[in-house]
């Protein structure tokens, strides 16, 4: 019975937290991971209004262009990604899917974490509005060892504050997103110069993917 309500408490705490995170900036497991294990974090919170809108048009475009008609989970790009014979990858994971992945789950790929990710998105966008959303997303993402936040990777490779981003440097920070350890937005390889560069033209064509923020 001891084991069942350590598991019932673990299992309670997205439902807790997630309506506490509409007003309290919360952490992510890789957060708490690197305070446990020493290795150190650096992030500083910043509001919606702190962000380049470029940026936030970056990541919709790259990331998730559905985001603001779903309600947390794009059915049309996870069945594709399913039927896979790869399995499931980061390209069916909507910016709700990643939030509550980065927020309550571990970060390796499984059906397991998959099936979990899909009922917390839903969750989290019946609980959040999407402007909430993206906040958090932005500023719990990883773009370095201990380096979390759009905030914290702007000043560490462009000397500037999020706000302050230009369209470039958005799309070079959205470029490496997939593989924060191994792409620095800063000295990009030629690989993320050329997808920086497709990620530059479909942020300029934002318009109607943004309206819910």
Not at 6 to 26: E, K, Q
Not at 44 to 61: H, L
Not at 126 to 151: C, D, H, Q
Not at 186 to 200: G, N, W
């Amino acid at each position: 019975m001891g084991v069942l309500k350590v598991f019932l408490a673990i299992a309670a705490l997205p439902v807790v937290l997630t309506p506490l995170y509409a007003v309290v900036p919360p952490v992510s497991t890789l957060m708490l991971w690197s305070a446990i294990t020493f290795q150190g974090m650096e992030r500083d919170w910043v509001s919606f209004d702190e962000i380049a809108p470029v940026m936030v048009n970056s990541v919709i475009m790259s990331e998730d262009g559905r985001f603001c008609q779903h309600n947390g989970v794009d059915w049309q790009q996870l069945n594709l990604v399913l039927d896979s014979k790869k399995g499931p990858s980061r390209g069916a994971s909507t910016i709700p899917m990643q939030t509550v992945k980065n927020l309550f789950l571990w970060q390796s790929r499984s059906y397991i974490r998959k099936g979990l990710e899909i009922p917390l998105a839903y969750y989290a966008d019946f609980v959040l509005s999407k402007r909430r959303i993206m906040t958090i997303y932005l500023n719990i993402a990883e773009w370095g060892p201990g380096l979390f936040g759009v905030e914290a990777a702007s000043r560490r490779y462009f000397n500037k504050s999020a706000k302050d981003l230009t369209p470039r440097q958005a799309a070079l920070l959205t470029a490496a997103l997939p593989n924060p350890i191994l792409r620095n937005p800063a000295k990009p390889t030629r690989a993320m110069q050329s997808r920086a560069r497709t990620i530059e033209q479909l942020a300029r064509q934002a318009g109607g993917y943004n309206d819910c923020l």
